[in-house]
């Protein structure tokens, strides 16, 4: 190779080094921000059942806030972009911004906190108009019971507790501080929170045996897959699985020991002489008439929640035996369950709580 060669190799090298420290050092200047923005026009353009938009609109903060910018936004069926924008519509883009220049806008999704509030004030304020001061103090126990899962139960599994120690400890939290706002410091309050916490311990040891019969292992989700693959959180994904079940049935059984432990009180109030068998016999014909609806109700809602994949196994070529076997089936069928079966334990055990201390 002579040295002519050599030097146009040598150029051509350099060249490539330093396009390449000019394309990193753009890169590095690149920054990319969320923002609002509200939707001024649209138009709609379709090219071989492709639907196009052309969209303008009006950046609502950051550093452009009141630019209007325009951008295309394709529609995609079957995808999170199959959503078809309007005028009015307040959406979150991301802004590119290239040498503090505004190079690029992609549509991220439809800004949806406002309307989840608006929906969360008419359920406040159906629950005051209905239930009045005691529907008050049951919106700030649903207050206090996000406050314990996300402030209480999540931070407790993150340093390492014990599942059963930490859905114990604040599920008894949910349950006292309910029952304690809405009924009060009573005997009756007492005997519904014995009797929740019958049920719910039962259904929980009842996942777990069952689930460690079967071998489940908690990561069956698609949800869960992404917090391992996406987080360095190092917990014991089989156990959150056994505290979601026994979380999940809280509520019903909640309503369930409340309800019969009202009727077991109020039959007592009206004849003080009403024996103990009595009183427990009553409160298990009143757990006869709800046990159906609820039971149906725990199902539906885990059956609910499963319906896309429900519709994949049925349109496919699995056998009925294939589909129990997999791991998301079997856990739900597990979560569904055990979940009734708490909420039938409940029945009894607080109908005997309720009757031995009514008096």
């Known amino acids: 190779?002579?040295?002519?060669?050599?030097?146009?190799?040598?150029?051509?090298?350099?060249?490539?080094?330093?396009?390449?420290?000019?394309?990193?050092?753009?890169?590095?200047?690149?920054?990319?921000?969320?923002?609002?923005?509200?939707?001024?026009?649209?138009?709609?353009?379709?090219?071989?059942?492709?639907?196009?938009?052309?969209?303008?609109?009006?950046?609502?903060?950051?550093?452009?806030?009141?630019?209007?910018?325009?951008?295309?936004?394709?529609?995609?069926?079957?995808?999170?972009?199959?959503?078809?924008?309007?005028?009015?519509?307040?959406?979150?883009?991301?802004?590119?911004?290239?040498?503090?220049?505004?190079?690029?806008?992609?549509?991220?999704?439809?800004?949806?906190?406002?309307?989840?509030?608006?929906?969360?004030?008419?359920?406040?304020?159906?629950?005051?108009?209905?239930?009045?001061?005691?529907?008050?103090r049951s919106f700030i126990a649903l207050i206090i019971t996000g406050l314990c899962l996300v402030k209480l139960f999540m931070p407790m599994i993150i340093k390492g507790y014990s599942f059963v120690f930490s859905t114990i400890a604040v599920s008894g939290v949910i349950i006292i501080t309910s029952f304690l706002l809405i009924s009060g410091f009573t005997k009756k309050s007492l005997c519904a929170i014995l009797g929740t916490l019958g049920g719910t311990i039962a259904s929980g040891l009842l996942a777990i045996y069952f689930g460690n019969l079967i071998q489940l292992t908690g990561v069956s989700d698609e949800t869960v897959q992404i917090l391992i693959t996406q987080t360095n959180l190092n917990i014991n994904y089989r156990g959150l699985l056994y505290s979601g079940i026994t979380i999940g049935v809280l509520g019903a059984v909640m309503d369930v020991s409340m309800t019969i432990t009202s009727v077991i009180f109020e039959i007592k109030s009206t004849n003080r002489k009403t024996s103990i068998s009595k009183l427990f016999f009553s409160g298990l014909s009143v757990g006869k008439?709800?046990?159906?609806?609820?039971?149906?109700?725990?199902?539906?809602?885990?059956?609910?929640?499963?319906?896309?994949?429900?519709?994949?196994?049925?349109?496919?070529?699995?056998?009925?035996?294939?589909?129990?076997?997999?791991?998301?089936?079997?856990?739900?069928?597990?979560?569904?369950?055990?979940?009734?079966?708490?909420?039938?334990?409940?029945?009894?055990?607080?109908?005997?709580?309720?009757?031995?201390?009514?008096r």
């Open 1 to 136: 190779m002579n040295k002519k060669s050599l030097l146009i190799i040598l150029c051509v090298l350099c060249s490539l080094f330093c396009n390449l420290l000019i394309a990193n050092a753009t890169e590095e200047l690149k920054e990319y921000t969320k923002v609002k923005a509200y939707v001024i026009e649209e138009k709609v353009t379709e090219t071989n059942q492709i639907m196009l938009q052309t969209i303008r609109v009006r950046i609502l903060d950051g550093q452009f806030k009141d630019r209007i910018i325009e951008f295309n936004h394709r529609i995609i069926e079957d995808s999170k972009f199959n959503i078809r924008l309007h005028k009015n519509m307040k959406v979150f883009v991301q802004l590119t911004i290239e040498n503090n220049q505004l190079s690029n806008i992609a549509f991220i999704d439809v800004v949806k906190d406002e309307y989840l509030l608006l929906l969360s004030a008419i359920f406040f304020i159906l629950l005051v108009i209905f239930g009045g001061f005691k529907g008050l």
């Open 289 to 358: 008439d709800i046990m159906a609806t609820m039971t149906n109700t725990l199902i539906l809602a885990y059956a609910g929640t499963s319906l896309p994949l429900l519709f994949l196994f049925s349109v496919g070529e699995m056998t009925l035996i294939d589909i129990v076997n997999t791991q998301y089936i079997a856990s739900e069928i597990i979560r569904s369950l055990c979940g009734s079966i708490g909420l039938l334990l409940t029945i009894p055990i607080t109908s005997l709580i309720a009757a031995i201390n009514s």
